[in-house]
């Protein structure tokens, strides 16, 4: 190529000496050429240095709506008392009377029939005395548990429920039983205790001449405790304070 454009600029002469010059001439600038042309290959210059460096804080990509997958909240957990309304549930306790609260019988409750509406659920249990383990006593003693947003209720909900979702624990009145009563009709007072995994009620009633007292506890497994006292005598069902 160079030998080429060093030929385009030479005159053309007419005389036999000027050809020969014209002629040495060319063959040394082709020497030249293909001198310079035989020469060691120069490195390339690098092209323009790419930093790939990684960046000094991650890029948060933030997902396109219509791909993301929302899961919904989990339901809020039942309260324990919701043990009471499953159909067909069966508790066996074993009992105790008397003053000592000695051993004597074993008392069954099942849950008949469960009626849910839009604002209360209702749940029919009865209880019995087991006399024959596979016989159901013909005439049982029937109460009627009523579930609101509210609490648990017996018979109706009216009035203060006797659990609440969360109870709050409340012990008697300090010397319970151990002094007169402060009323001619007697005094009430009411308890809310944490025994054996349950939550358990008390009420109790005082007067100059009588007293007695009821406590239920619940699970999450159902009646678990029951108990009745008249005087000095009791009737205890299940594990109870």
């Not at 990684?54 to 933030?62: A, G, K, N, T």
């Not at 004597?104 to 009865?126: L, M």
């Not at 009709?185 to 009821?214: K, N, P, T």
């Amino acid at each position: 190529m160079g030998a080429i454009t060093c030929l385009c600029y030479v005159r053309i002469a007419t005389s036999t000496r000027v050809t020969f010059g014209i002629v040495l001439g060319a063959v040394v600038g082709i020497g030249v050429v293909w001198r310079v042309d035989r020469s060691q290959p120069q490195p390339e210059q690098p092209s323009t240095l790419i930093d790939v460096a990684r960046p000094p804080l991650d890029l948060v990509l933030e997902p396109s709506s219509s791909s993301v997958q929302h899961e919904p909240p989990p339901p809020p957990a039942a309260p324990f008392y919701a043990s009471l309304f499953v159909e067909g549930a069966t508790w066996t306790l074993p009992c105790a009377f008397g003053v000592l609260a000695e051993p004597h019988d074993t008392q069954r409750c099942h849950v008949d029939s469960v009626n849910v509406t839009a604002g209360e659920t209702r749940a029919r249990i009865a209880c019995w005395f087991v006399h024959e383990p596979d016989v159901r006593d013909p005439d049982p003693a029937i109460n009627t548990y009523v579930m609101t947003a509210k609490g648990l209720y017996i018979g109706d909900a009216t009035g203060e429920p006797i659990f609440t979702p969360h109870p709050i624990p409340k012990s008697l009145p300090k010397r319970w039983g151990l002094e007169e009563p402060s009323y001619p009709d007697g005094d009430d007072a009411d308890g809310m205790v944490r025994h054996d995994g349950a939550w358990c009620r008390i009420y109790e009633h005082q007067s100059l001449d009588f007293s007695f007292g009821h406590t239920q506890c619940i699970s999450r497994h159902g009646i678990v405790g029951l108990s009745d006292r008249e005087m000095f005598s009791t009737h205890r069902c299940g594990s109870v304070p």
